[in-house]
Structures are given as structure tokens and as C-alpha cells.
């Protein structure tokens, strides 16, 4: 079975601080890793992905994320917060081998402080 | 181009009533999937569509939640007899296949409230 955790219900970071959203995973085989972001009232809008290739992955509205297969971690982090990264984070994870659908975290919700 | 759609965007009933809820995927999208989500938790999967192959139902909570969807168009989620438990934000995505590492687009979702 996988599994993906997200061990912070709640992030505060002030403005201008770097900020990190921890996700770690658990699967049989190798992942596929997600992140999506959740403002209030709306769908969740993709972030980025880890396929394969390079452990760090850069996405939407500069944030990245890095693949680190020895922690199983897949951490979201971004160099500058803003007020506006204020939102809903959910990581998601599927094993490549396998048949289960997307697992998603509970989410971690990141609030800026200005 | 138009992302994915769904309708209505609010719904309110009154327990034991039929309700059915909309999404109009990303236009060549092959898999479109529903999911769940309450109020605080994270998201639920219920069912999944993959062009014409038989859905996989195995995230259906019960026999009351039904799905179907046209070819690879227009999915409707029927909850028959809804329960003050069904009240929740249900999210409905599209993805181009249903290649593991290919992205799930998702819709605005449609609160459900069940009084």
C-alpha cells in the first residue's frame, strides 16, 4: 500500500523568509510525487512533479521541490514567501509499479505573515 | 484553453433526496476521477473513468454514490438518499491518460451541504 504524510497541519512563515512544506511518502517501488496548492473556494491547481531525472524540481510561482529517495521526503520549498502563497498544500504520491490511484496528504496549511 | 468544469458550484438539500453533480473535463482528456473532499481532511478518491473500459468503482463509500460518464465527455455523480455525511466539497479531475506520472487537472469542485 502507499501512503503519503504530511506532518505540519500548520506553517507560519513571514514575508520575505524562505519557507519549507515537509511531505514524506511511502511506497513499495519508486514514486511518482506531486504537489498541488488549494486557494479557498477553488479546485486544487498544480504545482509541480517528480517523474525521474533531476532530484530538484522547479515549478509554479517558484517554488520547487526536492526528490530525496534515502529520506523518502519530496519537501516544498520556496527562497522568498509572499502573503499570496498564503494557502492549502497537498502533497500526492503513486507508486510506479503499481495499480493504486493517487494518494494525497492532508494537507498543510501555509499562512504568510506580513 | 477551458479547464475543467463542474456543476453546480453550491448545492444544498435536504437529507434523503437525490442529488447529481456535473464535471465537463479538459477537452481529449481519456481519465477523469472523483474525489471527495471534507471539511479539514484531505482528498477522498472515489471513482475513476478511463475512455471505455469499465470505471474503477473501488472508492465508492456505498451503494447510494453511482457514476457515469459518456464516452470521453461529460461525468455525472449521483448520491441517491443523501445522509448529513455526504456533505462535502466534491472535486472532479481530467488527465490526458492514466499514466501514473501524468498530471491531474482539477475542477472547482462542487460544495455539497446536506441539511
Known amino acids: 500500500a502507499q501512503s503519503v504524510a504530511q506532518p505540519e497541519d500548520q506553517v507560519n512563515v513571514a514575508e520575505g523568509n524562505p519557507l519549507t512544506v515537509k511531505c514524506t511518502y511511502s511506497?513499495?517501488?519508486?514514486?511518482?510525487l506531486f504537489w498541488y496548492v488549494q486557494y479557498p473556494n477553488r479546485g486544487l491547481q498544480f504545482l509541480l512533479k517528480y517523474i525521474t531525472g533531476d532530484n530538484l524540481v522547479k515549478g509554479s510561482y517558484g517554488f520547487e521541490a526536492e526528490f530525496n529517495k534515502s529520506q523518502t521526503s519530496f519537501h516544498l520549498k520556496k527562497p522568498s514567501a509572499l502573503v499570496s502563497d498564503s494557502a492549502l498544500y497537498f502533497c500526492?504520491?503513486?507508486?510506479?509499479?503499481?495499480?493504486?490511484?493517487?494518494?494525497f496528504g492532508t494537507g498543510t496549511r501555509l499562512t504568510i505573515i506580513p | 484553453g477551458a479547464g475543467v468544469s463542474q456543476s453546480p458550484s453550491n448545492k444544498v438539500t435536504e437529507k434523503g433526496k437525490d442529488v447529481e453533480l456535473r464535471c465537463d473535463p479538459i477537452?481529449?482528456?481519456?481519465?477523469l476521477y472523483w474525489y471527495r473532499q471534507r471539511l479539514g481532511q484531505g482528498l477522498e478518491f472515489l471513482i475513476y473513468f478511463q475512455g471505455n473500459s469499465a470505471p474503477d468503482k473501488s472508492g465508492l463509500p456505498s451503494d447510494r454514490f453511482s457514476a457515469e460518464r459518456t464516452g470521453e465527455s461529460v461525468s455525472t455523480l449521483t448520491i441517491q438518499r443523501t445522509q448529513q455525511e455526504d456533505s462535502a466539497v466534491y472535486l472532479c479531475?481530467?488527465?490526458?491518460?492514466?499514466?501514473?506520472?501524468?498530471?491531474?487537472?482539477f475542477g472547482p469542485g462542487t460544495r455539497l451541504t446536506v441539511l
Open positions: 511506497v513499495s517501488g519508486n514514486p511518482y
Open positions: 500526492a504520491v503513486r507508486d510506479i509499479n503499481g495499480n493504486e490511484k493517487l494518494t
Open positions: 477537452s481529449g482528456h481519456t481519465a
Open positions: 479531475a481530467s488527465s490526458q491518460t492514466s499514466g501514473g506520472w501524468d498530471t491531474q487537472y
